[in-house]
């Protein structure tokens, strides 16, 4: 046998199952779920409730009447791309919106390319990316509401019992938007009060997943202990996001806001410790994983920086996902040079 093939199968069978490699990413995500049930009260329930049931219902309907196979949702997938789109989407998204997002991550993206193992997206992202193309209103700007004892960039904090009729923008839109009318990164800070501390620790517009960032942290210290995945992928793309807005906040503070707002604000957290950490959606060499995640920080930052969009993590991971088969030919250094030798 003078070739050798390298394929993305599992060749070798080890103790770690897909039920319990699921169950640890639940776990994980479970301390960013109860942050947003704290923030937002029975709309984060009713939110991560409907994405799971709707995740798990879709993916047994399609195997049922459609595939006529044996179920998979025994394997806990479907949960996690339920939870996982469930903290991509505002707190005030209509049941019909998760409906869709349901159906689009599970019988398209994922079902449609032969289920779990097979499909070359993160299903949750792609049915972030069909929902907000498709209904921008309640994906983006005033559609998201403030989270529990908030802030809202601009006004005075809003008590509990204001906060069912009250929306705000995320730091990354409304500082988008400041600087496109004109104003300079320090006159939007003294004007807003927008600080680390609400980054951190302040209740501020967004997505369920965007406010939890310490949580993410636990979740992702978790998967590092329990083996589930491997630091390179994420340390990349957050150093990645360092170093390039570092260099435009260096170029002109007063038009880039710094690297640190960068990293703990929007969906950047959450997507590089869950989602571009996916097994079947990112490349299986180092090297692929090092450029694949340094391709995610670049297209982050330039959507962000450059871009009609305000976010970009999830056009990031996804535009990455499609150069995995290519970045998957990379051969260990070792069988490189015995090609080379040839």
């Known amino acids: 046998m003078d070739k050798l093939i390298v394929s993305p199968s599992p060749h070798i069978h080890g103790k770690e199952s897909t039920r319990r490699l699921m169950g640890d990413v639940i776990i994980a995500l479970l301390p960013a779920v109860l942050v947003a049930i704290y923030l937002f009260g029975l709309s984060a329930i009713h939110l991560v409730g409907v ?65 779990l193992g097979q499909n070359f997206f993160n299903p949750a992202l792609v049915a972030r990316v069909v929902l907000l193309v498709s209904f921008p209103v309640l994906m983006t700007g005033t559609a998201f509401q403030a989270p529990v004892d908030g802030y809202i960039f601009g006004n005075a904090e809003i008590s509990r019992a204001a906060m069912d009729a009250t929306s705000g923008a995320t730091p990354l839109s409304f500082v988008k938007e400041q600087i496109a009318q ?22 501020i517009g967004g997505s369920a ?23 390179y ?87 990455m996902n499609a150069t995995v088969p290519l970045l998957n030919k990379i051969k260990p250094a070792r069988f490189a040079k015995e090609a080379q030798k040839k």
């Open 51 to 115: 994405s799971v049931i709707s995740c798990v219902a879709v993916e047994y309907l399609i195997q049922k009447f459609l595939l006529k196979g044996k179920s998979t949702i025994g394997d806990l997938s479907a949960v996690v791309t339920g939870v996982l789109l469930a903290l991509n989407l505002p707190v005030s998204s209509p049941w019909w919106l998760i409906l869709i997002g349901a159906v689009v991550a599970i019988g398209i993206a994922k079902m449609t390319f032969g289920g």
């Open 182 to 203: 004109g104003m300079t990164v320090s006159e939007i800070t003294k004007s807003s009060g927008l600080s680390y501390f609400q980054l951190l620790f302040s209740a």
């Open 209 to 231: 997943g965007e406010l939890a960032e310490l949580a993410l942290l636990l979740g992702f210290i978790y998967l590092l202990i329990r083996k589930v995945i491997k630091p």
């Open 233 to 319: 992928i994420s340390l990349t793309i957050i150093f990645t996001v360092f170093l390039f807005s570092g260099i435009l906040y260096l170029v002109n503070p007063e038009r880039f806001m710094d690297p640190l707002f960068h990293i703990f604000s929007g969906g950047l957290l959450l997507g590089a410790f869950f989602m571009a950490t996916d097994y079947v959606t990112s490349p299986m060499n180092l090297k692929g994983q090092i450029i694949f995640a340094v391709g995610i920080g670049v297209i982050t930052m330039l959507i962000r920086e450059f871009g009609s969009y305000p976010e970009g993590v999830s056009f990031a991971i996804l535009i």
